[in-house]
């Protein structure tokens, strides 16, 4: 079932070109098990191959993670939100606990939504608590953009430069996510270090 799950990127990727990564890369913003890495590294490889532009790919998937990043967004303002006022209490979220989220991504909200789109696991969900706390929505945007872009070119740029040594790519890939992943602890520390500095 997983492998012919994976067959089914890997053929959408190369039959649907740049239609075909929009809608994945949206599939991949939402809930859905839509590896990015099975998207975007063989994208990345066709164009090493001359069959796909590299700045195409990296404005497909882009566009759509914030596509997909979008529709999170919405359902948590216009469907969640209103079900956490009206019966939050049943599931532990008190208007206390709501109102606190709401102060946190109202300070941190632009940096949790860019570091968020960059750690596996996390990067599904973020948009979820950005559209229960109302965040401005040109503020979610434009971070889900910086964040989703650089994913993007980081994944585009290994089918590139490796796309065609499967090898290359095992060995590879679990360095990058740390790489990935030490530049975002370095961010968040960068950014902690400065609102200190600014209340002091």
């Not at 939050?88 to 109102?99: D, E, K, S």
Request: glycine content about 10%; cysteine-free; hydrophobic content about 50%.
């Amino acid at each position: 079932m997983l492998h012919e799950f994976i067959d089914w990127i890997l053929v959408t990727v190369n039959s649907w070109g740049y239609t075909g990564i929009f809608v994945l890369m949206a599939l991949e913003s939402t809930v859905l098990p839509v590896p990015s890495e099975l998207v975007l590294i063989p994208a990345g490889y066709l164009a090493y191959q001359g069959k796909m532009n590299v700045l195409a790919i990296w404005l497909a998937s882009t566009v759509g993670s914030l596509a997909g990043a979008g529709v999170n967004y919405a359902f948590a303002l216009w469907v969640g939100r209103p079900f956490l006022e009206r019966y939050g209490r049943w599931f532990f979220v008190r208007p206390a606990l709501l109102h606190k989220t709401d102060v946190f991504f109202e300070r941190h909200g632009a940096i949790s939504t860019f570091t968020g789109r960059l750690i596996p696991g996390i990067r599904h969900l973020i948009s979820l608590p950005a559209g229960l706390t109302r965040m401005n929505l040109l503020t979610f945007s434009t971070y889900t953009l910086l964040g989703a872009g650089l994913w993007s070119a980081v994944l585009t740029a290994m089918g590139y430069f490796i796309g065609g040594n499967e090898s290359l790519i095992k060995d590879n890939l679990p360095l990058v996510t740390v790489g990935v992943l030490i530049f975002v602890a370095l961010t968040l520390a960068i950014y902690v270090l400065r609102q200190r500095r600014r209340q002091a």
